[in-house]
């Protein structure tokens, strides 16, 4: 906007600021406060000025199709039906799978989902134990058959599982909840962007869009 308009142009000194520039400012520590803080004098400062009396308020909602791609979206209810069906999977996985290769056996609350945290701390006990057990098949060897071997090849399964199955989608779950904020949808490619039914539909089919819904407030 600031390479193409003139008023942003002239605001700005002729400098022209990248709009990763204006986020970065935007979400840096402390920004949240001082933001409100400003708000709050320059609407004083409004009132001083008897610009605004602060008498009445008008609320005025419009709603702005996002630019992307109309099927990045990511639905709050399938997310949650996706992280139930994956805490299944690890309980089972864990009692059956694990438990049995891991001295001292790995305990699980059955009542607490399993976080990407939680993962990270197990695939560690899995790798110590790995290490140790590799350690102990080349320091002692064994004539025939050695199980150690067999073990050690369930162990390198368990942990591929862990950390690059469980532990991803895991995470990948946990982010998509603290994205919601409330809402039910987003969109993969801008998070700020909701799916909803916008005014202008040529298709006449109700599709959702990915999009913001705007609400703007002044006082006449």
């Known amino acids: 906007m600031m390479a193409e308009n003139l008023v942003m142009q002239y605001l700005t000194g002729q400098l022209v600021v990248n709009y990763r520039t204006i986020n970065r400012f935007r979400v840096a520590a402390g920004m949240e406060n001082l933001l409100r803080e400003l708000f709050i004098e320059f609407n004083l400062q409004l009132k001083m000025e008897k610009l605004v009396t602060l008498d009445g308020l008008y609320i005025d909602g419009t709603k702005i199709e996002a630019n992307v791609n109309k099927y990045s979206f990511v639905w709050k209810k399938a997310t949650e039906k996706f992280s139930a069906k994956l805490q299944e999977q690890m ?61 050690r090849r369930k162990l390198n399964k368990v942990l591929r599982k862990v950390k690059d199955d469980f532990s991803v989608r895991a995470e990948k779950y946990e982010i998509y909840q603290e994205t919601f904020q409330g809402r039910k949808s987003f969109s993969k490619m801008d998070h700020d962007a909701t799916f909803m039914r916008m005014k202008e539909d040529p298709m006449r089919n109700g599709q959702l869009k990915p999009g913001y819904n705007l609400q703007i407030a002044t006082e006449n």
């Open 91 to 151: 309980q089972v996985y864990f009692q059956e799978e694990i438990t049995p290769l891991i001295h001292p056996a790995i305990e699980l609350d059955t009542q607490e989902p399993i976080s990407s945290e939680q993962l990270t701390e197990f695939a560690q006990l899995l790798e110590e134990e790995l290490a140790g057990l590799s350690q102990d098949i080349e320091e002692t060897l064994v004539k025939g058959k050695d199980e150690r071997k067999t073990k």
